[in-house]
């Protein structure tokens, strides 16, 4: 199932000196992917009650992109052009916030069937101008109190939700359902957030369209702009690796080399040196084995020179040169593989 999401989140502070609203969210959710997209402008004279003001965050988080594709999640600040990924990350990313927008996970957490049951529950019918409710209160032991309203005539479909704490408590409000294969689906959705009883944020939710035609895979990729810095989490790595985006040129070569180096540390010798050296002679056709690059490895020092990758790179057969250039000058060198 696929739903369009777009909502006008708006937080508030209490002293009403600043006021920054969401203009725009736009999310879209398959199965155990989802792409979610931030736009947000401010109003008011952004002055924050802590004397801080809002154009930095305005300035660095205004439009910004988080995408999972099941194995990868990427968050993308347009802003500064700057990427976050994580491959295969430890962390469960759950659909939340506006993917779910207010909807309850029946069946998950306190809202398993076990859970459920465990709890003292009390229900009232009540005939209302709208027709006939059900109020449905909830108390889970060490939890807060949940209260239900209930619509019988729409197999009990939750009209309103509530969750209550000493000091605070959540409201939500479902409308606007449609009957979609069997199930009813609120098209509307109103999410009030109260401390001390006074209002503090509220969310209000249009679900544009639901759709059951799986969605195109190049929705749950993000577009970076070109020399967009990329942060690059994995597992495999006890540091993240950083590049710079570059349309046209496929990085993921470079990184699975990476990766491999990581996976064979401990087992040989190794150092950037081997890297760029394996790199060099493979690009240029040849081959090398791990004898090789772990013969140019210092015994003492671990270190690789120049010299004994030059070494390396002639007995495979091939010449090298060194240049002094410009970085911009080295785009000259089309049939060369460069070493800085």
Known sequence: MEARRQGYPVLEWRDELMLIEEESTYAREERNRFTWQIQISSDGDG????????????????????????????????PGNHAIVYENPSMP????????????????????LQSLSAAQSTAIRVQTEEGLRIHLSVQPADRPLMQFVLDPARDDVVLSYTLLRPDSKVVQMYGNFIEHQGQWIPMNILIDRYDNGQLLTSDTWEIISVEDTLPEPDLFTVSLRDKALVECHSPLLAKPVFYRHSRGRDIEPLLEKRFMAALKKGLRKQNCGTVAAEKIISELGGSVTDSDLESLVDELSGDTSLYQV???????????????TSTSGLGRYKDAQILL
Request: charged share 15%; with cysteine.
């Open 47 to 78: 002055v924050h009650p802590n004397g801080q003001g809002t154009k930095d965050f305005l300035e660095w988080n205004h439009d910004r992109t988080f995408v999972w594709d099941g194995q990868t999640y990427t968050l993308y600040f347009k």
């Open 93 to 112: 990313v759950n659909v939340n916030g506006p993917l779910t927008a207010g909807c309850i996970p029946w069946g998950q957490g306190i809202f398993t």
């Open 310 to 324: 030059q070494q390396l790179v002639q007995q495979k057969g091939l010449s090298v040169q060194p240049v002094k």
